[in-house]
């Protein structure tokens, strides 16, 4: 037990930094008018820890056995990745930033990228923490994730995405366009939920082909440059064209 604990502490304290960081990033990129005091973003990344552990629990305990029981080999694989991470996850942490998008009911697209994003920081560090606490593995391969997870915040990222549709989504309400409107909504989910399918099918394929195990670490390493480089270069293109827009106006 106290070796779980160590764990968690240290794993909590690092990810905390490098997730802040990223996230500082983004924010940072965002014109002062568009965005909120950075404790206001607490909110979504907080909340986000309550369905985060529901879910959790709730996949271990029931949706895991059920398609273990029933399924196999790639099949079983496939249908983990779409429902399992994709969209048990990534409905967890647009529940968690429901709250927040109802008290302050942002205006600008980057408000709601970063209101989206911080239940991505949210979830990503209770996974993590929940992960060392149950964990019997070695302190190094724990480490390892919790690092990897930091320095690639992917749930961070998949929720900026959730965060643009979201903006779309609402903007098409407000100009009457009840097709675009609910196109906008599904893609909110479906973007990244297949996005986080794909992702984590990448990593847990040498499970069932063992010789594709540099085949994933090349194929993330790709993907982890060109994410990062796609969302921050979004972000900054996003509040620059709303900048533009206000001074127009």
């Known amino acids: 037990m106290f070796i ?47 369905p985060g552990i529901v879910i959790i629990m709730l996949v271990q305990h029931f949706i895991e056995p059920l398609f273990s029981n029933n399924f196999s080999g790639l099949t079983l694989l496939i249908l983990e990745m779409i429902f399992i991470p994709g969209l048990t996850e990534e409905a967890g942490k647009m529940l968690g930033t429901l709250p927040a998008l109802k008290k302050y009911k942002p205006v600008y697209t980057t408000d709601y990228i970063l209101l989206f994003g911080a239940s991505g920081l949210g979830f990503a560090l209770t996974e993590s923490c929940l992960d060392l606490w149950n964990s019997s593995a070695s302190i190094v391969s724990e480490i390892t994730a919790v690092i990897y997870r930091g320095i690639y915040p992917f749930h961070m990222y998949m929720q900026f995405i959730m965060g643009i549709f979201w903006a779309l989504a609402v ?41 594709s195990y540099v085949f994933s670490i090349v194929f993330l390493v790709f993907e982890a440059i060109i994410v990062t480089v796609a969302i921050y270069k979004i972000i900054k293109k996003i509040s620059l064209n709303q900048s533009n827009q206000a001074e127009v106006e």
């Open 4 to 50: 779980n604990i160590l764990y968690t502490i240290i794993g909590f304290v690092l990810l905390s930094g490098l997730l802040y960081f990223w996230y500082n990033k983004a924010y940072k990129m965002v014109d002062k008018k568009q965005r909120r005091a950075l404790k206001e973003y607490a909110m979504p990344f907080i909340i986000t820890a309550v």
């Open 171 to 211: 903007n098409a309400k407000s100009k009457g366009k009840t097709g675009q409107c609910r196109m906008y909504y599904v893609f909110s989910l479906l973007i990244p939920l297949l996005l986080h399918a794909l992702h984590d099918f990448i990593t847990s394929i040498d499970e069932l082909f063992p010789s």
